[in-house]
């Protein structure tokens, strides 16, 4: 018998103890340590204590916490990080001239704050604090100009970087929705040209072979009788006329199954909406609550959220859009509100046909819009389907 092997797991430190570096940043967060060099080398410089020395080790390992921590921490918190580094420069000046890097530090996080006029004015007062400290504690020049100059410059580096990144960050971000909303609309583009190309031809060849089928009755009741009515020519024709049809209703089928996988589903839709009111600068708020699927509802409430979305996008001017779907007593219900200007008919182009599609499946349509220039400006549209509804015979 072999010895039963163990299995050894790596328990993972806590987030607040070590959380890892973003993979994005690379190499550069671990060279800008060597900024600490003078703080080391200073007590080989001076004469330091072995209380001063002690007393060093601590608050150095809780800068280089804060360090690593501030580069994933939530915005709300870098504010923090930065009076913490600031802190250990200010404790550990007195007797260490080389603490001053840990302003500089300190004006790196501020640039990295979300509001560029708040990390501005973190950034020279951080510099300002560290450079009045150093004169206090009667350092030599050599030390105050650094605090002085570097501070804001190391602050305004990072500020622009930091700017840049978010700049690169948004723009993968636009790609990514418009190759999402592009494959979405040539899925769309593929479902219409097998609907127009596929299923009105074989919809039509159904109808002519069941035509052709009751000609083909009419004359087998006119013909002779013979010894074996199979072998008739009517009978024949009969025959293939029924295999024709079998064969145009089961392609019909297919292209119904393909159409509906190509079509976008309800909450392809949903995500795609989100995405487009998103990306116009208006916050979206999701409310779904649906029970079960079902192909043909999802369908009407998918081309129906796409094309009031839309209208958000376009004519609204909203600042905040809900959307909810939920079910009902009398149906499934979706629910578009904006507080955008106000004033919409049912005269545009788009709720008209929004208002055409739901009504042809026997549902109700509901626009609330206020004009007034107040707070209580905004649209809310209310779409309202049956339980149950038989779409129209096309894939």
């Known amino acids: 018998m072999t010895a039963p092997t163990t299995m050894i797991r790596r328990r993972q430190l806590p987030s607040w103890l070590f959380r890892p570096l973003p993979p994005e940043l690379g190499w550069p967060p671990y060279l800008w340590l060597l900024y600490v060099v003078p703080f ?11 209380r001063q020395l002690i007393a060093a080790v601590p608050l150095f ?5 804060s360090y690593f ?13 930065v009076g913490l580094q600031a802190t250990v420069g200010l404790v550990m000046l007195p007797w260490n001239e080389g603490s001053v890097v840990f302003f500089i530090f300190a004006a790196a996080v501020a640039g990295r704050l979300e509001e560029e006029r708040v990390a501005w004015r973190v950034i020279l007062l951080v510099g300002v604090v ?6 206090l504690m009667n350092a030599n020049l050599f030390t105050v100009l650094p605090v002085a100059f570097m501070t804001p410059l190391i602050g ?8 840049e990144r978010r700049a690169v960050v948004a723009l993968h971000q636009a790609t990514a929705r418009n190759r999402e909303l592009a494959a979405t609309a040539e899925r ?6 097998l609907h127009d190309a596929l299923g009105h031809t074989l919809s039509l060849v159904v109808l002519k072979a069941q035509v052709a089928k009751r000609l083909a009755h009419g004359l087998s009741a006119k013909e002779p009788q013979m010894p074996n009515p199979a072998d008739s020519a009517s009978s024949i024709l009969l025959q293939e ?17 393909a159409v509906r996988g190509y079509r976008a589903t309800l909450d392809e839709a949903v995500r795609a909406s989100r995405t487009l009111i998103e990306a116009a600068g208006v916050t979206c708020e999701v409310s ?45 219900q979706l629910t578009v509100v904006d507080d955008g200007r106000g004033g919409v008919t049912h005269t545009g182009e788009g709720l008209r046909g929004v208002t055409e599609r739901v009504h042809a499946v026997g549902g109700q349509v509901r626009v609330e819009s206020r004009p007034s220039p107040g707070a209580s400006s905004g649209t809310t549209v209310v779409v309202t389907l049956p339980p149950a509804f038989a779409m129209e015979a096309t894939p």
């Not at 080391?40 to 072995?50: E, K, T």
């Not at 305004?156 to 700017?163: I, P, S």
């Not at 769309?188 to 040209?193: G, K, L, P, S, V």
């Open 241 to 257: 006329l029924s295999e024709l049809e079998a064969a145009a209703r089961g392609a019909l089928q297919d292209v119904r199954r």
């Open 40 to 50: 080391v080398v200073w007590p080989l410089l001076a004469v330091a204590s072995a």
């Open 156 to 163: 305004a580096v990072t500020l622009h970087q930091e700017r």
């Open 69 to 81: 921590q501030a580069y994933s921490a939530a915005p709300r918190h870098r504010l923090l990080h």
């Open 61 to 65: 390992l809780l800068f280089l916490w």
């Open 288 to 332: 779904i609550a649906l029970t079960a699927p079902d192909h043909n509802r999802d369908a009407v409430l998918a081309a129906v959220l796409r094309e009031l979305c839309t209208n958000v996008v376009r004519h609204a001017g909203a600042r905040h859009c809900r959307i909810s779907l939920h079910e009902t007593a009398t149906g499934t």
């Open 188 to 193: 769309e583009r593929i479902a219409r040209d």
């Open 130 to 135: 560290g450079t009045v400290w150093a004169w």
